[in-house]
């Protein structure tokens, strides 16, 4: 897969000859890589966020360190093929099926570092603190994987990966008592939250705290530059005006909150408060982070029946230049595009094609830190995610 600096130097060199059209590589700042695995097995039937859970949940009791490592690498290809060059993976899926740890407590979150490893792909592995079933409720069933019982055994486990790719998140205000929140953020880097996703949330944060969530996490101190929050789709006006006065950025995950019905996201009002808005694929429902720019702004036509809030250039900032800041990453890559495919063809071969028109599988070449990671064979990538999602429900 790796054809070395050489072999990247000439597929470039042959882009610009034959005029194909070329961005920066992308980075995809929320990712649930086991997510992969539910495609087309939830959007089957009615239900909520919740219903969607309860199938999430089934298949995170069937990880082990073997096939989370198969699915993640064929996952992180995926994304690569989709000219996808660096990953935040918000990993919660820590211990074995009953809450005890591994041998080395470490041993799932190094299955993905090695994963991305393999493919090539850069990643901050946001190692997620998740303490509770809900806000003072204790862990059951297969959410025991997920907890270290208390924030400074996160902690003391998140130490002992002594890898400086790994960062930290907080699940959201319903999974980390927020007197604990703080132990989280100390540890240095990006720190990544879930918020705001659905609004039971923000009812049960405001019944247990009288404040909403946002409203928590700046109390404890969470809010800030280095602070990424995840959805943010049910704020209010005073949110939108803490979340931009604090400096933090937001990542919208277009596709999975339409496929979750979640809501609408707010990009516009947030990029008017202030706020730099980057993108995730989250459940992995879709991963082209082409249709998550796309997203942004058709969410604003729907909320505001209004078009033309995003320019193409603004929409690439969100998943390159941004992407990368909310991880902690230099950019580092290039993505060639055909000009000339059935969704390209007659646009221009320009920024605005590129966002407004191409797809994942529209992307010939891929090159990062100088290798080529991605040769165009889009169907080799479909094989190994078959074979890798078969493994886990077998």
Not at 78 to 94: R, S, T
Not at 193 to 210: F, I, K, M, T
Not at 369 to 388: N, Q
């Amino acid at each position: 897969m790796h054809r070395g600096r050489r072999g990247a130097r000439r597929r470039v060199e042959r882009a610009r000859l034959m005029s194909v059209l070329q961005i920066p590589a992308m980075a995809n700042a929320h990712s649930h890589a086991f997510h992969r695995a539910l495609r087309g097995r939830t959007q089957q039937g009615t239900g909520s966020f919740w219903t969607w859970r309860e199938q999430m949940y089934d298949l995170a009791a069937r990880l082990t360190p073997d096939l989370y490592f198969e699915l993640a690498r064929a996952v992180y290809a995926e994304m690569v093929a989709g000219g996808i060059g660096a990953v935040g993976e918000f990993h919660y899926v820590h211990h074995q099926a009953d809450g005890t740890p591994y041998d080395d407590p470490n041993e799932m979150g190094r299955a993905l570092l090695a994963a991305a490893d393999e493919v090539g792909i850069r990643i901050r592995l946001l190692d997620t603190c998740y303490l509770t079933a809900g806000i003072g409720q204790p862990p059951a069933g297969v959410q025991r994987r997920f907890s270290d019982g208390h924030a400074e055994a996160w902690a003391e486990r998140v130490a002992a990966f002594d890898d400086p790719r790994v960062g930290a998140a907080i699940h959201s205000v319903r999974a980390v008592p927020r007197e604990q929140m703080g132990t989280v953020a100390a540890l240095g880097g990006p720190v990544h939250v879930h918020l705001s996703e659905q609004p039971a949330e923000n009812e049960a944060c405001v019944a247990a705290y009288g404040v909403t969530p946002t409203r928590v996490l700046a109390e404890e101190g969470v809010l800030g530059p280095r602070t990424t929050l995840v959805h943010a789709t049910h704020l209010t006006d005073a949110d939108v005006r803490l979340i931009g006065d604090s400096g933090a950025q937001v990542c919208l995950c277009p596709t999975t909150e339409r496929d979750l019905a979640d809501g609408l996201g707010h990009g516009g009002d947030l990029r008017a408060a202030g706020t730099r808005i980057c993108l995730g694929s989250d459940s992995h429902a879709v991963v082209d982070l082409f249709e998550e720019m796309r997203g942004v702004e058709m969410h604003d036509r729907l909320r505001t029946g209004v078009r033309g809030h995003w320019s193409a250039a603004a929409l690439l900032e969100t998943a390159t230049v941004n992407g990368h800041a909310s991880l902690g990453l230099q950019e580092s890559g290039v993505v060639m595009i055909d000009p000339a495919s059935p969704r390209t063809a007659g646009t221009g071969g320009d920024v605005h094609a590129a966002v407004f028109a191409a797809t994942a599988a529209d992307v010939t070449d891929v090159v990062i830190d100088g290798r080529t990671v991605f040769d165009g064979d889009h169907a080799r990538v479909g094989r190994e995610l078959e074979a890798a999602i078969e493994k886990v429900w077998a």
